[in-house]
């Protein structure tokens, strides 16, 4: 007997820093992750951009187990407006000095680092401020707490590829 699940990965938008390289480069090679922020080009201040982005994501969960997305409040306002679920990841205020830090280290270019230095209250104010019910929102506080050892996304993790080992026996045993 042939079973078929419902497959559909979840929906992250990562602020910039929390782990969504680490988490590709640790972990990509047992889940499947597209990532919209580095894959495809949008347009914040075009309508349609953000339109077709919010398409391509769309077309995108249903084949990986996790999907990543910008953080800003124009690519989450497009979910938001089409009622889609997302849980946005993010460092509490007082890790500021931290994640500038860790963009030094990584190397990012100067013009990146100044505008995380510059905004980085500002939009940690605005996703906190987001009162849309389609937003599930992850505080970071702990230093060294990224997206990539949060326990939230390392339990969603095991048990997408505990679900793949199952389905696997499954599909094994029903062909026997």
Request: charged fraction near 30%.
């Amino acid at each position: 007997m042939q079973r078929n699940f419902i497959k559909m990965g979840i929906i992250i938008s990562s602020f910039i820093g929390c782990g969504r390289e680490f988490l590709k480069n640790t972990q990509g090679d047992k889940i499947r992750i597209f990532d919209a922020v580095s894959d495809v080009e949008v347009d914040e201040s075009n309508d349609e951009s953000l339109e077709s982005y919010y398409n391509i994501v769309m077309d995108n969960v249903s084949g990986n187990d996790i999907v990543f997305i910008g953080s800003s409040e124009r690519i989450r306002k497009v979910f938001d407006d089409n009622n889609t679920d997302y849980d946005v990841f993010y460092p509490s205020k007082e890790r500021r000095g931290e994640f500038i830090e860790n963009q030094v280290r990584k190397r990012s270019n100067s013009k990146s680092i100044r505008e995380l230095d510059a905004n980085f209250n500002k939009w940690i104010n605005e996703i906190e401020d987001d009162e849309h019910s389609n937003c599930y929102k992850h505080k970071l506080s702990n230093n060294g707490e990224f997206i990539g050892n949060t326990p939230i996304i390392m339990t969603y993790i095991d048990s997408v590829i505990n679900a793949r080992r199952q389905e696997n026996n499954i599909g094994n045993s029903d062909t026997q």
